[in-house]
Nanobody
Framework: QVQLVESGGGLVDSGGSLRLSCVASTRTFSTYTMGWFRQAPGKEREFVACVSSRVGSTSYADSVKGRFTISRDYAKNTVYLQMNSLKPEDTAVYYC????????????????WGQGTQVTVSS
């Protein structure tokens, strides 16, 4: 069982920045691809970004490419999502999750999920 706890969400003006963190309680953190997803009100949960195990390769949704950066700290069992140039359409609950599939982009490829952190971008 893996527990994931996200933090760092909040209210920010359009064009601002936030950094989300997700701490994983597992001894096998380094073996998982770590992903971020988001869900806006009335919409389906969608892929945002992921970072692979060991090598640290990354993948991003087109909507956030060039604005968001995902990274991981193996010593702290933590994955980060640096979000810059935020837009109102980035408003959503952001979830981190673990996957055994390298650079998985589908929800079905992720097995453990955090409780989510709210990000609200005002126009």
């Amino acid at each position: 069982q893996v527990q994931l706890v996200e933090s760092g969400g909040g209210l920010v003006d359009s064009g601002g920045s936030l950094r989300l963190s997700c701490v994983a309680s597992t001894r096998t953190f380094s073996t998982y691809t770590m992903g971020w997803f988001r869900q806006a009100p009335g919409k389906e949960r969608e892929f945002v970004a992921c970072v692979s195990s060991r090598v640290g390769s990354t993948s991003y949704a087109d909507s956030v490419k060039g604005r968001f950066t995902i990274s991981r700290d193996y010593a702290k069992n933590t994955v980060y999502l640096q979000m810059n140039s935020l837009k109102p359409e980035d408003t959503a609950v952001y979830y981190c999750a673990t996957s055994s599939v390298m650079l998985g982009r589908s929800m079905s490829q992720y097995n453990y999920w955090g409780q989510g952190t709210q990000v609200t971008v005002s126009s």
